[in-house]
């Protein structure tokens, strides 16, 4: 089976800092990816990154980047210069290749707050 | 960018009752899911639909639902007999291959309240 940990239920961040939300996963799976998403206050789901188990580099999206340690089995999600937009739950989720093949499994979500 | 279109964005209906969400999946995506998130909790699993069947349901995805793909765009998830904790926001999302490298788009949601 498979599971996704989001530890940090709430965190407040100063504008323009950078942050590090966390993410922890369990799998047998030989094959993964690990996506994040945010949902801000109006409701929708945005994705924002992916990271597959064999990519060899961390994935990069603009200001996102995904810090996949494969061994820790972690996939933080960090966020350089953080904006007031960026105020939101942010998930993890993954797909696994048996586990999970026609899915993708979503952890607790951090609510991040943007401080001006 | 293309995106998913749910309708309605609310829907209230009394306990026992049937409703159906509405979907429009993304025109060139071959596979569809719902999801439903609780207030206040994690984004939860219902279904997942490919080639006209159902690929993967959940626990909660019990004989009380069912999806239908009645036409070339929509994609429905129908709850015969509405509960006290149906109450939630149904996500439908699409994506173009098989999850796994393909990103999933989520529509807006519906949010559904039983009284």
């Known amino acids: 089976a498979q599971k996704i940990t989001q530890t940090q239920p709430g965190m407040f961040v100063q504008e323009k800092e950078a942050v590090t939300l966390d993410c922890t996963y369990d799998?047998?799976?030989?094959?993964?990816?690990l996506f994040w998403y945010k949902q801000p206050s109006s409701g929708e789901m945005i994705f924002l990154i992916y990271?597959?188990?064999?990519?060899?580099q961390n994935a990069t999206e603009g200001r996102y980047s995904l810090n996949f340690q494969k061994a820790r089995k972690s996939a933080n999600l960090v966020i350089s210069a953080s904006q007031l937009g960026d105020s939101a739950m942010y998930f993890c989720?993954?797909?696994?290749?048996?586990?999970?093949?026609?899915?993708?499994?979503f952890g607790s979500g951090t609510r991040l707050s943007i401080r001006p | 960018e293309p995106e998913v279109t749910q309708t309605p964005s609310h829907q209230v209906t009394q306990m026992g009752q049937e409703v159906i969400l509405r979907c429009v999946p993304i025109s060139n995506h071959l596979y569809f899911y719902w999801y439903r998130q609780i207030l206040g909790q994690k984004v939860e699993f219902l279904v997942s639909?490919?080639?006209?069947?159902?690929?993967?349901k959940s626990e909660i995805f019990d004989d009380q639902f069912s999806v239908e793909r009645p036409d070339g765009s929509n994609f429905t998830l129908k709850i015969r007999s509405t509960k006290l904790e149906d109450s939630a926001m149904y996500f439908c999302a699409s994506s173009e291959g098989r999850t796994g490298q393909e990103k999933l788009f989520f529509g807006s949601g519906t949010q559904l309240s039983v009284l």
């Open positions: 990271q597959g188990s064999y990519d060899q």
């Open positions: 639909f490919y080639n006209n069947e159902i690929s993967e």
């Open positions: 989720a993954m797909w696994g290749l048996y586990s999970s093949a026609s899915k993708i499994i």
């Open positions: 799998t047998s799976d030989p094959s993964y990816g």
